[in-house]
């Protein structure tokens, strides 16, 4: 079946720094990714929507200057979390859309952020 | 806007109980229904899905019916077993927009 890796799967920073976040799909091409983020006991939440060659839509109250999405390529989306501070910590979990798929989504293994 | 409402968890049962995992939703029009699964260190898997009043999904012993009337999608299997042990979300989407998740439901089940 088809495949989405996430990078990393988890990681540990220091507050001000920036971290990147991959999510590839593997085995397909991927029109639409998708950027949830989970606080713990909570629901996943949609940060963010990204096509392929255009800026990404962020749901309101998601800071597009603090959460840059690139979708540079059909495989690849990345997402930047700078000048990252404790409250970013969170889970990171995206998801890709299969090119004319309708609704099949794929989702990555997440990455649990910490910022310290 | 749209919604999922779950049931509170963490859900404990013994190795062959019944599974019921509550599952109700608020939207416009006739959305799409889905369970999706994620084991412990894994990314979350479609189980099964619904996509109109009265289909029920299915898949690995679990079930859910998509119920217009209630507005609801309960998760139901006859018999668990250790390797179910999970978290669990309904979700919706409209579509083939992004999913709206329910917040998730832990099972734990032990032998």
């Known amino acids: 079946g088809a495949v989405v890796s996430q990078h990393p799967s988890w990681v540990i920073c220091k507050s001000g720094t920036s971290v990147k976040i991959e999510c590839r799909s593997l085995?397909?091409?991927?029109?639409?990714m998708f950027w949830y983020r989970q606080f713990p006991k909570q629901s996943l939440m949609l940060m963010a929507t990204?096509?392929?060659?255009?800026?990404?839509?962020?749901e309101q109250g998601v800071e597009k200057d603090k959460f840059l999405i690139n979708h540079a390529s059909l495989t690849l989306s990345t997402l930047t979390v700078t000048s990252a501070h404790p409250e970013d910590s969170s889970f990171y979990i995206c998801?890709?859309?299969?090119?004319?798929?309708?609704?099949?989504?794929?989702f990555g293994s997440g990455t649990q952020l910490s910022v310290l | 806007g749209d919604s999922v409402t779950q049931m509170e968890g963490p859900v404990t049962l013994s190795e062959e109980a019944f599974l019921t995992i509550n599952c109700t939703y608020t939207?416009?029009?006739?959305?799409?229904l889905f369970w999706y699964v994620q084991y412990p260190g894994e990314g979350l898997q479609l189980l099964l899905k619904?996509?109109?009043?009265?289909d029920k999904g299915s898949n690995k012993g679990f079930e859910a019916t998509y119920r217009k009337e209630t507005t609801s999608f309960h998760l139901e299997k006859g018999s668990v077993q250790v390797s179910d042990s999970a978290v669990y979300f309904c979700?919706?989407?409209?579509?083939?927009?992004?999913?709206?998740f329910g917040k998730g439901t832990t099972l734990s089940v032990s032998s």
């Open positions: 939207a416009t029009g006739y959305p799409s």
């Open positions: 998801s890709a859309r299969e090119g004319g798929k309708g609704e099949k989504l794929f």
């Open positions: 979700a919706l989407n409209q579509a083939g927009t992004a999913l709206i």
């Open positions: 619904a996509t109109k009043a009265d």
């Open positions: 085995d397909f091409q991927a029109t639409t």
């Open positions: 990204s096509n392929e060659g255009s800026k990404a839509t962020y």
